[in-house]
């Protein structure tokens, strides 16, 4: 099993919300409005500074800061596992199902959020905007994953929240299970690209999938 972090396995939405608002006025956009902010939800730093016309030059100082502000405040502030979705991890683990996650975050808020979140323990392998490997919608963040996992993309699922992760699903060759509660993704947007199953959140995989013959 192969998840996305954020609005997946991390109900960050309020976070991520308030920290855009907060990176669009500073970046000069003094009218922003939660909704706009709102329009940034899924995309790496990398992608939110290219969209508000930052140079290439800048992106390393901005994300620096992106990152340390996450940390020390959005997260501790907003942040929490979404219920149930740690005992889900825990049964797969005890199924003997490796656990992996592909994320548009970065290095240090994937690693930061997984301990944060008491999650850290329970993942195998783990790829994020690096700046090594293409961001979703590209599928080569699960591809790189499911290399880690030494599993073959025809016993893998993905779990996502959004539209970028349907893209980087079928682009991978996996089925991807879309959560629709608590996640970022624009419903309509998401079944237009007909996901292979639709799930409350991604806890509910322990409900979905029969494990026992495997425990």
């Known amino acids: 099993m192969v998840f996305d972090l954020d609005g997946t396995l991390l109900d960050s939405r309020e976070a991520f919300i308030h920290q855009n608002l907060d990176i669009l006025k500073e970046l000069g956009h003094l009218e922003a409005t939660l909704n706009d902010a709102v329009e940034l939800l899924g995309m790496s730093p990398t992608q939110i500074l290219s969209k508000m016309g930052v140079s290439e030059s800048q992106h390393k100082r901005y994300i620096a800061k992106i990152d340390a502000s996450y940390i020390d405040h959005y997260m501790k502030k907003y942040t929490k596992p979404f219920p149930g979705i740690i005992q889900c991890l825990e049964r797969l683990r005890k199924a003997g199902i490796a656990i992996g996650v592909a994320?548009?975050?970065?290095?240090?808020?994937?690693?930061?959020?997984?301990r944060w979140s008491g999650m850290d323990s329970l993942v195998d392998a783990t790829v994020c905007a690096d700046?090594?490997?293409?961001?979703?919608?590209?599928p080569d963040m699960i591809i790189e994953v499911l290399k880690k996992l030494d599993v073959s993309a025809e016993n893998a699922i993905y779990v996502g929240d959004t539209e970028l992760d349907v893209v980087a699903a079928k682009n991978a060759g996996i089925p991807s299970f879309i959560t629709v509660s608590g996640g970022i993704g624009k419903l309509d947007v998401i079944m237009a690209l007909k996901p292979d199953a639709l799930l409350p959140t991604a806890a509910w995989l322990c409900r979905t999938v029969n494990f026992a013959h495997l425990i």
């Open 103 to 114: 994320t548009n975050t970065t290095r240090e808020i994937l690693e930061q959020s997984l």
């Open 131 to 138: 700046g090594t490997i293409k961001e979703k919608p590209e």
